[in-house]
């Protein structure tokens, strides 16, 4: 969803067909993962931050986003370096230092960062249930759709409830232990939210279709492509294209 602090944030993204703006995103990430040179992957992260300039999205909110990613990537880029046997190294205090594994680091660890950041830029310029309902018009099917929608939501549902019931736990006197007292307790938690999720389930089912829902959800917002939508989309996705045609062009020269 948009974060509360970014509503009011001028964003052309915003105004671009919710289809256009998925199918584009999914042809951008997959081009900046596949990357396999750190010069089109910078080029592939300057393409991201402009992308995050264009959405107008606070640098607070982006940090946060960033946060969980960087802690997954950074251990590896650092590991990378030392566990890495291939390519030349160098001694740097008494370690051998791969050059290669230093290169697979510094490449995920770029690569990684474009794709969140042009997924954030992207997604956040609408709601999620815009983007989810736009993949039926990419011909997703609308089951898969609507369990992606109702998961989304309950999710977070599920979340709270957790979050209460320990609190309630530890209000009691408990207190979290490596011991199998511990283990059957949240093992005893999970059953009864999963119980209370099931019939939860039931009673929305039947809620929907007490009011006319017959497997079919209505989609909101335009689905018509403008002009502007088409241009955008060949902006983005061209510079997909141009950054495997660099290195296409890169490895071609190498070979010569």
């Not at 960087?70 to 046997?85: G, H, V």
């Not at 320990?166 to 059957?184: I, M, P, Y």
């Not at 061209?238 to 071609?252: C, V």
């Amino acid at each position: 969803m948009i974060p509360e602090g970014c509503l009011n944030c001028s964003s052309h993204l915003r105004d671009w067909s919710p289809k256009a703006r998925v199918a584009s995103l999914i042809v951008l990430i997959f081009a900046l993962a596949t990357l396999g040179t750190i010069l089109p992957a910078i080029a592939g992260l300057t393409i991201s931050f402009l992308l995050l300039a264009i959405s107008g999205l606070p640098l607070k909110v982006v940090a946060n986003r960033l946060r969980w990613p960087l802690i997954f990537l950074l251990p590896i880029c650092l590991i990378l370096p030392f566990t890495t046997d291939a390519g030349a190294k160098v001694n740097l205090m008494s370690q051998d230092l791969s050059l290669q594994g230093a290169h697979m680091g510094l490449l995920m660890l770029i690569k990684g960062v474009s794709v969140v950041i042009s997924a954030l830029a992207m997604l956040e310029a609408a709601p999620f249930s815009v983007h989810a309902l736009a993949l039926r018009t990419l011909k997703v099917p609308d089951t898969l759709v609507q369990i992606i929608l109702f998961s989304h939501r309950y999710i977070f549902v599920i979340s709270r409830e957790m979050e209460n019931t320990f609190r309630s736990l530890v209000s009691r006197g408990f207190e979290s232990k490596t011991s199998c007292q511990t283990a059957r307790v949240i093992g005893a938690v999970l059953g009864v939210l999963m119980i209370k999720s099931l019939d939860r389930s039931e009673r929305i089912f039947m809620a929907m279709s007490s009011r006319g829902y017959s497997g079919r959800m209505v989609g909101a917002g335009r689905d018509n492509m403008r002009g502007i939508d088409w241009i955008k989309t060949a902006l983005v996705m061209s510079a997909a294209l141009s950054l495997h045609l660099w290195e296409a062009m890169t490895w071609i020269t190498r070979l010569e």
